[in-house]
Structures are given as structure tokens and as C-alpha cells.
């Protein structure tokens, strides 16, 4: 069940109404607003007409949507990054990503405000931790704690913790950003390749021989590939790296080659995959684009059960 149905689930039975008036109210909002609201934009205005207030509630990671606010939550933390220091218009500070989860699903928490990163540097938030969070928000799919927010150790048990990037299947006009997606679409367009360098430690960008963290290095080249998908809804700009370039049958010897490219190009264009991924803002080019995780074969079988349960 995606998020879009849990939330509708979750209004129905807040407000004793059945299901399908919920999806009815759904769609009467989306259709007055010119079908400029997605699905999920649209069910929390009819449940805030209902007198649903979520920001009183606790969610379910898997209830969290894109452009709520107030957010409150619990989950397990799953992994936790390093804490970085930033430098930004003049202004220092910390940020730590963690990856958090309960038993239906799992999500990038972000901490900013120091005094919720010190409970990460002093051992008192680690990986197996139970955490609950409150009055966070939501950005890009990914749930962000300021200064006004709070997350504490919590003594409840979640048993079943999903750790695996889970992702929803959308129709790509119906996806925002944020949205963590799978796709079964076919590549319409190709760009030319784009090739930058890493350090062989730490995977991060070089700049002439030069990693920040590991100082003069031997440099590994690593290629970028975008992408157009269509999945009959939307077509939308797509990228991806490495191993995810393999998966559509190039391999890095002729990725890198030249003379190989338009050969490869040509190859790809028409190729119907899953593509799984997550929704982002290219600020570069004020668009909206698919940043893809994973690349897998389209399994018939697999396709054919899943037109028999929807008939």
C-alpha cells in the first residue's frame, strides 16, 4: 500500500467516514483546484476540512508526505553518517543525516541545531537507538529538525524495522519531489555522458588530484549519464551514476570512449525498464528530475500477476 492510501485510511477512520467518500472528497478538491494539488496535497486539505489535525498526531514514517509540517514520529535509527561542518554565506554550522525506521518504512531524518548533534557525539543517539521526534518538517522527502523541533531517546520497541530503501509505485505526473519512486518507463532521450573524478578512499569529487579529506590522491574516473524517461503519463529527466550505467548494458570501457558513445546512446534509446529512484529540485535548471538508485529488468511474470490482482 502506498503513502497516498495509508493517509486515506488514516482520514477515513479519524473521521468515520468510509474510504471511497474520502477518495471522492479527493478528487472533487483536486478537480475545483484545476488538478493543481497531487493526491496526497489534496487529502490533507479534506482532512483539515474534516477537522483532522495531524500535527497532534503521531505518524507512521510510511504517513509522512511532502510539505507537512509539525511532524511527529518514531522510529529506530537504522545508520548514521558523519557529522559535517558546513561554511555557507559566512555562516558555520553542523549538519548529520540518519536513516530511521519502524515497521512500515524508513526515511532521511537531517539534524541541523547543535544541541540535537551533540546527543549524536556523545554516544547518546546511536545506531539501535529508538528515537521520537516531534515538531519536525518536511523537505524533499526527508524529515528536518530545526532549533524548534525535539527528538529524545524513547523506551518503546519497534520490531519489524524496515532497512531497506522502500519505494512507492507512481505514474511520474503524479510524482513530486521528495517522492522515493519506482517507475516502469523507456528511455526517449539520451545526453552526452559527462565524466568527473573521485578519491579511491572516500568516493568524494577530486579536484586536480586533490581530495579535501585525503590530500594528494591518484584519482578514480567515474562517468555521469542523463536520461529521458516517458511512462505514458510524463516525460522527465533522469540521471544516473556508475554500476546503475552498467545496468543498461554499458559497460566503462566504452562509456569512456568517444568513438563508443553515439553507438551507446543510439543503443539505450527505446530500452522499457523499472527505474527506482528519488524525486529531486534541479535548482541549476528549476526542474524536477529523477535521481536513480537502481536500474532492474522487467520481469513479465512478475508484470502479469500484478494486471491479475488489479482486474
Partial sequence: MDNYQQLVDRIAQSANLQKEEIERRVEAKRAKLSGLVSKEGAAQIVA???????????????????????????GKVIEISPVRSFNKNGREGKVVNLLVGDESSNTKVVLWDTNHISLIENGKIK???????????????????????????????????????????????????????????????????????VCPQCGKKAVDEECKNHGKIKPIKRALLNITLDDGTETIRSVLFGEQINKLGLDDKDIFSPEEVPKLKEKILGEEKLFAGRMVNNTLYNTIELNIEQVEEINPDSLIQQLESKA
Avoid: C, Q, W
Fill in 127 to 197: 545506531e539501535g537507538s529508538v528515537i521520537e521526534i516531534s515538531n519536525a518538517s518536511i523537505r524533499n522527502g526527508e524529515i528536518h529538525l530545526s532549533s524548534f523541533s525535539d527528538i529524545k531517546i524513547s523506551k518503546e520497541k519497534i520490531e519489524n524495522v524496515v532497512t531497506k530503501r522502500v519505494y512507492s509505485e507512481k505514474k511520474l505526473k503524479d510524482a513530486r519531489p521528495g517522492d522515493v519512486i519506482k517507475t516502469r518507463s523507456v528511455i526517449v532521450h539520451t545526453f552526452e555522458p559527462r565524466y568527473f573524478e
Fill in 48 to 74: 483539515a476540512e474534516l477537522g483532522i489535525n495531524f500535527d497532534k498526531e503521531r505518524l507512521k514514517i510510511s504517513e509522512v508526505l511532502h510539505g507537512m509540517r509539525k511532524i511527529n514520529t518514531l
